[in-house]
């Protein structure tokens, strides 16, 4: 009888990864042609890695400043690559944990793991056809809003206008932060009509495509209900779903808080009222693996960039575009350490009791995240002793949550740093979800159990 499972070596989990690695080794031959730079040279390999690393896993950090080093090629490989890796994170993250609780036939689970390959049956392909509907909807609409602030504010001829404005909308729908001023935004920190969009478009691609998905056929049934004349369904939200509202919503207005009152007579000293609380709430915002800045935390407070690594660390949704740990993963540590202070045998989450198996997996990813950190400190703190630790510690945080925010000090790090930066960043971007995808689909079953011994804790 012949096997018609696949290897292990080529899971879902698998799959991904090398597709991502695929993708950064395209973007970076592409970036190093003559074509690619605005004086036409080529790009030294060092920076076009990094480049096509950072734009891939939809972090921002730059060596050269994508506004003048790349020429329109570039500037178009680097948004391809923004595009086709929250594409990518969005489509195969969802249906993946689509294929854990489910949802999608075993015969199936083969088939859709694989960036690019056909999709099987109407589920998946309705699923394929959400996310691209919902994923260029948000975009056009953001460009569209800033095409016309640029062109009429600006005074951008109308071609130059739409350009840029495409390339922030992707770039910040995607969670990127890549812009096309050598400052990123600092210029337009004035402008609500440029950061509000963006910061939109930032969180809602940092939800991530399942609760995206959930929140259009709700608003759905309750628009065909109301027209027909039907009840309304009364049915909850999802556990992941109000999870990622509710801890989104937290760290925006905590954040904004924090900044604030941080930095009122910081960087935000100078800057009239209501700019003060756009740039407050703005730089609340882009901690959420954002990338775009509209002040220099080059001048920030150590607490501020300290409060910033927390919420970079954190993250975003899952199966988004956003990076980190993800909130519910932090949700589940948080009411895993609740119950325990009260005694709790389980888990409970809004009046939902949480299988253990999820609260060992958050602590396994949270426990990654850390060592992945730490040992990208010691390496940048031993290759580029010069920097200081706050600096050294943002910059780390940065690249493994994939935010891609920086305090300047990117384009001056040695080599082996930036080598370790990509790595972060690839290991960011695809090692919770191929950590996770891993435990999840691990079939080991033992007929016995260990004698149990309880050590002593604390």
Same mark, same amino acid.
């Given at each position: ?36 730079? +605005? ?50 994170? &969005? ?6 944990? &689509? ?39 948000f975009e056009a609409l953001v460009a569209v809003i800033l095409c016309v602030r640029f062109a009429t504010t600006y005074d951008m001829p109308l071609g130059r ?26 210029? *337009? ?19 991530? *495509?399942?609760?995206?998905?959930e929140l259009v056929r709700r608003g759905r049934e309750r628009v065909r209900g109301r027209l027909k004349g039907t009840p309304v369904s009364s049915r909850r ?140 400190? +010691? ?46 960043? *690839? ?9 996770? +995808? ?11 159990? *260990?004698?149990t011994e309880r050590p002593f804790i604390g």
């Open positions: 009888m012949s096997n018609t499972t696949s290897p292990r070596w080529f899971g879902p989990a698998q799959l991904t990864a090398l597709g991502f690695l695929a993708l950064i080794l395209s973007g970076t031959a592409l970036l190093t042609l003559p074509v690619a730079s +605005a004086d036409g040279t080529s790009t030294a390999p060092m920076s076009a890695l990094f480049t096509a690393t950072s734009a891939t896993t939809l972090t921002g950090l730059v060596t050269e400043d994508p506004g003048s080093h790349w020429s329109i090629f570039g500037q178009l490989v680097v948004l391809a690559l923004i595009q086709m890796g929250g594409l990518g994170i &969005m489509s195969i993250t969802s249906l993946t944990g &689509m294929l854990l609780t489910g949802r999608v036939k075993l015969r199936a689970r083969n088939s859709t793991a694989a960036e690019g390959r056909p999709m099987l049956e109407g589920g998946v392909k309705r699923t394929l056809l959400a996310t691209l509907l919902l994923t260029f909807f206008a739409a350009y840029e404005g495409v390339f922030h909308a992707i770039s910040g729908f995607n969670n990127a932060g890549f812009g096309l001023r050598p400052d990123s935004l600092i210029s *337009y920190n004035h402008d609500g009509w440029i950061l509000i969009p963006l910061a939109g478009a930032l969180m809602i691609g940092g939800l991530g *495509y399942p609760v995206l998905a939200l999802s556990i992941t779903t109000r999870m990622t509202l509710k801890g989104t919503a937290f760290l925006v207005v905590s954040a904004t808080l924090l900044v604030a009152m941080l930095e009122w007579r910081g960087f935000l000293s100078g800057m009239p009222l209501g700019v003060k609380w756009l740039n407050a709430f703005f730089s609340g915002v882009t901690p959420r693996t954002a990338g775009f800045n509209s002040i220099d935390y080059a001048n920030a407070h150590p607490i501020t960039l300290m409060v910033t690594d927390i919420y970079m660390f954190i993250g975003g949704g899952s199966a988004g575009t956003a990076g980190g740990i993800k909130l519910t993963t932090a949700t589940v540590l948080l009411a895993a350490m609740t119950a325990e202070f009260r005694g709790r045998a389980s888990t409970t989450v809004g009046h939902r009791s949480l299988p253990k198996g999820v609260v060992r997996q958050a602590m396994t990813v949270a426990a990654a995240g850390l060592g992945a950190v730490t040992l990208g400190v +010691a390496v940048l703190r031993i290759c580029d002793p010069q920097f200081t630790a706050d600096q050294v510690n943002f910059e780390v945080i940065s690249a493994f949550a994939t935010t891609g925010l920086s305090t300047g000090i990117t384009a001056d790090l040695s080599t082996p740093s930036q080598l370790a930066l990509c790595l972060l960043m *690839y290991l960011g971007r695809i090692g919770p979800f191929t950590l996770v +995808a891993a435990l999840a689909l691990r079939n080991v079953s033992r007929r016995f159990d *260990y004698p």
